[in-house]
């Protein structure tokens, strides 16, 4: 059974920086497309930033120079760099992946980020 496994989110003051971990497990293949996405209440969960297992990355424009999506394919594990947070970050972020030829997708648990003063 895959699993998508988050840490890292947290309070932050606006300015600061957070790491995000999301850990997949399960899976008899790497995979082939790794991201994030957010939800801010009463909003709609959007892309934030993915990446492919070979290095092709995509952002958000909300979160460009900003973020910063990276891999370990060798661990299965996607990474979420987060620096010069601001209070409209503030989301439950969740962790995604596209594993197998048929293209299944899987969503972690989610984390929630929290940026205030």
């Known amino acids: 059974q895959v699993q998508l496994v988050e840490s890292g989110g947290g309070l932050v003051q606006p300015g600061g920086s957070l790491r995000l971990s999301c850990v997949v497990s399960g899976s008899r293949f790497s995979p082939r497309r790794m991201g994030w996405y957010r939800q801010a209440p009463g909003k709609q969960r959007e892309l934030v930033a993915s990446i492919t297992s070979g290095g092709s990355t995509d952002y958000a424009d909300s979160v460009k120079g900003r973020f910063t999506i990276s891999r370990d394919n060798g661990k299965n594990t996607v990474y979420l760099q987060m620096n010069s947070l601001k209070p409209e970050d503030t989301a439950v972020y969740y962790c995604?992946?596209?594993?197998?030829?048929?293209?299944?997708?899987?969503w972690g648990q989610g984390t929630q980020v929290t940026v205030s003063s």
């Open positions: 995604n992946s596209v594993i197998g030829i048929s293209n299944n997708v899987y």
